[in-house]
């Protein structure tokens, strides 16, 4: 039996959109983390900043690990249109 192989521009598009995710996550993550530098610069109470940051940054990296681990796992275990799957049984 011979390999499915889909076009290799749905595979750059899905490769490109797991990338833009990880983007998101690491842009917000870094900005979150400026501005708890700039609250202590500017002597400012941070108590709002680092109850957003505990929250945010775990919760976004999360996310996006979460979507990185389904995307893996789908690539892994991809068949072929016409293979059959264990829930199709032959009457």
């Given at each position: 039996?011979?390999k499915?192989?889909?076009?290799r521009?749905?595979?750059?598009?899905q490769v490109?959109?797991?990338?833009?995710?990880?983007?998101?996550?690491?842009?917000?993550s870094a900005?979150?983390?400026?501005?708890?530098?700039?609250?202590?610069?500017?002597?400012?109470?941070?108590?709002?900043s680092?109850g957003i940051s505990?929250?945010?940054i775990?919760?976004f990296?999360?996310?996006?690990?979460?979507?990185?681990?389904?995307f893996?796992?789908?690539?892994?275990?991809r068949?072929?249109?016409d293979?059959p799957t264990?829930?199709?049984?032959e009457?």
């Amino acid at each position: 039996m011979e390999k499915y192989t889909e076009p290799r521009w749905i595979f750059g598009l899905q490769v490109a959109s797991v990338s833009m995710i990880w983007v998101f996550v690491l842009s917000i993550s870094a900005w979150i983390l400026h501005l708890l530098r700039l609250s202590r610069q500017l002597h400012d109470v941070p108590s709002a900043s680092v109850g957003i940051s505990i929250v945010a940054i775990p919760v976004f990296l999360t996310g996006a690990s979460v979507l990185t681990y389904v995307f893996v796992g789908l690539r892994r275990g991809r068949k072929a249109p016409d293979e059959p799957t264990l829930d199709s049984e032959e009457r």
